[in-house]
């Protein structure tokens, strides 16, 4: 078995560098290299990587711009590369992520590559999403659910949300819920990806199902709500799986557990499976 393994970073040198690197390891196969953000997305979709390596920054989508914008579910392994940059050194310790500082040192890529091995065999992906997802809060600011703040969508009804109110620090967003693409979880945190944005939040699926309308808000996954006006297509997968297209262009998981009531739904609102 080989480690499925992606490149992303804008520099071709770094790329090359890390390439010649790496083929040195005969369990790590190099499937993609990617040049941007937006490229790293697509191939993790596409291929499913088990392991990324990761340029902080880059023009357009940083590196924690894609760690934000997939969904956990699929998010391989990652190991940051960066130049030297103190302030992200001390955060990507205190959540005990791997790191590589440029130009790549022979001797700490090994270590990293036996850190991956050790995750690898040991299955803790789910342990580093939620290491990422706290890096996330810290770097980006942390939301919370004001209490009692959500406009219901209709009196006489169920009270559904129409706004979430969030409050991060001394601002209070307040999210239009139809804005709302899909939300992922990661151990105490919510990923909220409305509008382009994504927002982190510190609250459980539990609290947000609550309040979200389930004619439009549905569980696709067992860490993921899917708002399913915004999708456009079901597309199946060779394994047996399907996936949903959303109108952001982005695609998340379907699993088959939950697979009966969300086609159903879909079915009512005419979105039909793409061939």
Known sequence: MTIRTIIVDDEP????????????????????QCANGREAIAAI?????????????MPGLSGLDVVAQVPQESLPMIVFVTAFDRFAIQAFEAHALDYLLKPVDDERLGRA????????????????????????????????LEPGGAAATAPGERRHAAMLPIRVGRETVRLDVATIDWIDAAGDYMCLHAAGQTHVLRATMKEL????DPRLFQRVHRSTIVNLARVMALRPHLNGECFLRLKSGQE??????YR????????????????
């Open 209 to 212: 199902e609550e309040m979200l």
């Open 45 to 57: 979709a596409e291929l499913a990587p088990d392991l990324m390596f990761l340029d902080i920054q």
């Open 13 to 32: 040198l770094a790329r090359r560098g890390l390439e010649l690197r790496l083929r040195e390891s005969p369990d790590v196969e190099i499937v993609r």
């Open 260 to 275: 009966d009531k969300v086609e159903v739904l879909l079915d009512s609102a005419g979105v039909a499976p793409v061939p």
């Open 113 to 144: 590559l036996e850190r991956v091995r050790a995750q690898w065999q040991q299955k803790q992906a789910l342990a580093q999403r939620e290491q990422l997802m706290a890096l996330l809060a810290e770097t980006r600011g942390r939301g919370e």
């Open 252 to 257: 998340v998981k379907l699993s088959r557990s």
